[in-house]
């Protein structure tokens, strides 16, 4: 069955500092990979998603993740994080070709301090 | 587009009462999807629904959940009767049609509360 891992379950960062938050999957086939942020009190939004092509992919506010086919990975970093960047981030994957299910890691929360 | 509408947002009921959450994706949308999220579980996708057809419901935890989408533009979640440890954010999401390429798109959410 797959699974996605987000390892870090808590992050705490003070204004400017370089983030990367992991994100492993398992799953044998070919699949398509997301990052949603939750910001307080908020619904989820959509980050950024991989589907084909450059394995680097660059989402809104500054985001942008890898997708490392031999590590089964697709970590999310960002240069610069700001305050606002302050929510709790999911990682998830689906099988491509099948339906819309997506699978959801346990998500990290991400404090960032000014 | 009004995005994912959920109501009500917030609700507080005393156990053994019957809930009952509502959702309208957005128009257009084929997929529905039901998830619950707690601190303890994180987010779990409940159930999901394709062109009002419920797929898997393998995430619905008993018998006390039930949903149903008796139409494109509405779907309900119930739990009856509930319980405490019911006490959770519900979120409801759709996405078009077209395999599996398009993201899911949330609604606001309902906190539910059981006392």
Redesign the interface.
């Known amino acids: 069955a797959q699974s996605v891992s987000q390892h870090n379950h808590h992050v705490i960062l003070s204004e400017a500092a370089s983030l990367e938050l992991g994100c492993n999957y398992s799953y044998g086939g070919t699949v ?1 990979l ?1 990052w ?1 942020v939750q910001y307080p009190g ?5 980050l950024l ?1 991989y ?1 084909s092509g450059d394995p680097l992919v660059k989402g809104i506010k500054g985001f942008e993740a890898e997708f490392i086919k031999s590590k089964f990975s697709f970590n999310l970093r960002k240069p610069s994080v700001q305050w606002s960047d302050t929510a709790e981030y ?1 990682c998830a994957v ?14 990290t929360r991400l404090a960032v301090h000014p | 587009d009004a995005g994912v509408i959920q109501s009500p947002r917030h609700e507080v009921t005393e156990m053994g009462q019957e809930v009952t959450l509502r959702c309208k994706p957005i128009s257009g949308h084929d997929y529905l999807f039901w998830y619950r999220q707690t601190m303890m579980r994180g987010l779990e996708l409940l159930i999901y629904f394709n062109n009002n057809v419920p797929i898997d419901d393998s995430g619905m935890p008993e018998d006390r959940f039930s949903a149903k989408m008796p139409n494109a533009s509405f779907s309900t979640l119930k739990i009856q009767p509930s319980e405490p440890r019911d006490s959770a954010v519900y979120f409801c999401a759709s996405s078009p049609l077209a395999g599996s390429y398009n993201e899911q798109f949330f609604g606001p959410g309902t906190r539910l509360t059981v006392l």
């Open positions: 398509n997301f949603y908020q619904h989820l939004q959509l998603k589907f999911f689906n099988e491509r070709g099948g339906y819309n299910k997506l699978i959801f890691g346990a998500g």
